[in-house]
C-alpha cells in the first residue's frame, strides 16, 4: 500500500520550518476557517439535493405512479413476502462478517437510500432505453439493441445507484472499518433496490387484474417470480460493495478499484437479464419441463454460481482475518536431551 504523496519540500523537512501555505495546509485563520465552512456547506448541500429529490420521486410514484396501492394491506404483504429472500441472503451476509457487526441505524440508512435511489435507475433507464435499444436495423436488431440495454445501461445504472447508496453514508462512518464491510453494507443497499422494485412490479400487475380476486391473483403470481429476482440484487450489489471497501482502505488505487467493482456487478446484473428470457424458454422445450421450472432452475443455478463467488470472497477475507489475529503460540519448553 502506497505512501500519501508529498511535495518535495515537505518531504525534506525536518520540521524546523512552518510550511503553511507552502507545501502544506491545515485550518488556521478566518479565511481558512469560511473556506472550510464552505466547502462543508457544499458538499452536505449536494448530499442532501440528491436525498430529497429521491424522496419526491418516490412521493410522486406513491401518488400517480402507482405505489399508492401499497396501502391495501394485502399488496403490502405481498411486497414484503416478495423480500423475504432478499433479506435473509443480506442477513447471511452481515452474519458471516468476521468483524465487527455493523450497527442497525447504519444498515436501516443504507436500506433507506437503496430504496430511494432506485428512482433515479428508473428515469436513467426510461430515458436512455429507447436510444440505445433502437441502435441497429433489421432482424437483429431489437436483440442486440436490448442486449446493449441490459450491458450499457441498465447494469452500470442500478448497480451504480445501490453503490451510491452506500457510499453517500455508511462509507463515511468510523464504522466501516473493514473491507469486508462494504460487501455488507452492499447487500443491504441491494435489498432496498430489490424491495421497491418488486412493489412497483406487483402493483403494476395487480392494477392489470379485472376483478379483485384476479388482481390478487396476479399479484400473488408476481410475488413468486419477484422473490426469486431479489437475490440477484443482493448479490451483485454485494461484490460492488466489496470492492468499494477495499478502495477505502486502498486510497492510491481507489478510483480504478472502485470502477472494477462496478464492472464486475454490472456483468454478471446484465449477464442474469440476457439470460432469462432466453435458457429457461430454451431448456422448457428441449427437456419438456414446465416453463416455470426451467425458470427456477436458472435462477437458482445462475444465483448459486455467483453466491458461492461471492461467499469465496467472504471466506477468504475470514481466513486472513484470522491469521492476522491469530495469537502467537508460545514455544515449547526445552527438555534436557534440547540443546
Request: hydrophobic share 50%; charged share 15%.
Amino acid at each position: 500500500m502506497g505512501n500519501r504523496r508529498r511535495d518535495p519540500v515537505s518531504v525534506r523537512d525536518d520540521g524546523s520550518q512552518d510550511l503553511y501555505d507552502v507545501s502544506e495546509w491545515e485550518v488556521r485563520s478566518w479565511l481558512d476557517r469560511v473556506a472550510w465552512l464552505c466547502y462543508a456547506a457544499l458538499v452536505y448541500s449536494l448530499r442532501g439535493f440528491v436525498v430529497l429529490a429521491a424522496i419526491a420521486i418516490l412521493l410522486s410514484q406513491f401518488l400517480v405512479g402507482g405505489l399508492g396501492a401499497l396501502s391495501n394491506p394485502v399488496l403490502g404483504a405481498f411486497t414484503v413476502l416478495s423480500a423475504v429472500p432478499a433479506l435473509a441472503l443480506a442477513a447471511y451476509a452481515w452474519h458471516t462478517d468476521v468483524t465487527t457487526k455493523e450497527p442497525l441505524a447504519l444498515l436501516v440508512a443504507t436500506f433507506v437510500l437503496g430504496v430511494l435511489f432506485a428512482s433515479f435507475a428508473g428515469i436513467a433507464n426510461s430515458g436512455l432505453g429507447p436510444a440505445v435499444q433502437g441502435i441497429g436495423s433489421g432482424f437483429l436488431a431489437s436483440i442486440v439493441g436490448t442486449v446493449l440495454f441490459y450491458f450499457l445501461v441498465v447494469g452500470p445504472v442500478e448497480e451504480g445507484v445501490k453503490l451510491l447508496s452506500v457510499r453517500l453514508v455508511a462509507y463515511r462512518s468510523d464504522r466501516f472499518d473493514a473491507v469486508i464491510d462494504g460487501a455488507v453494507y452492499g447487500a443491504v443497499a441491494g435489498l432496498g433496490f430489490a424491495t421497491i422494485e418488486n412493489a412497483l412490479y406487483i402493483t403494476q400487475n395487480a392494477d392489470a387484474g379485472v376483478t379483485v380476486a384476479n388482481a390478487v391473483m396476479e399479484a400473488g403470481s408476481i410475488t413468486f417470480l419477484r422473490s426469486l429476482a431479489g437475490p440477484g440484487h443482493v448479490i451483485y450489489s454485494a461484490f460492488a460493495g466489496y470492492y468499494l471497501g477495499l478502495a477505502k482502505f486502498n486510497r492510491e488505487h481507489a478510483g480504478p478499484i472502485v470502477i472494477k467493482g462496478l464492472i464486475v456487478a454490472s456483468l454478471i446484473h446484465a449477464t442474469y437479464n440476457t439470460l432469462v428470457g432466453v435458457v429457461p424458454a430454451v431448456v422448457s422445450v428441449l427437456t419438456g419441463v414446465s416453463p416455470l421450472v426451467a425458470f427456477l432452475g436458472f435462477v437458482l443455478v445462475y444465483d448459486g454460481v455467483f453466491g458461492a463467488l461471492l461467499l469465496g470472497k467472504f471466506n477468504a477475507y475470514e481466513r486472513a482475518y484470522e491469521r492476522a489475529h491469530t495469537d502467537e503460540v508460545p514455544a515449547p519448553e526445552l527438555t534436557e536431551f534440547e540443546p
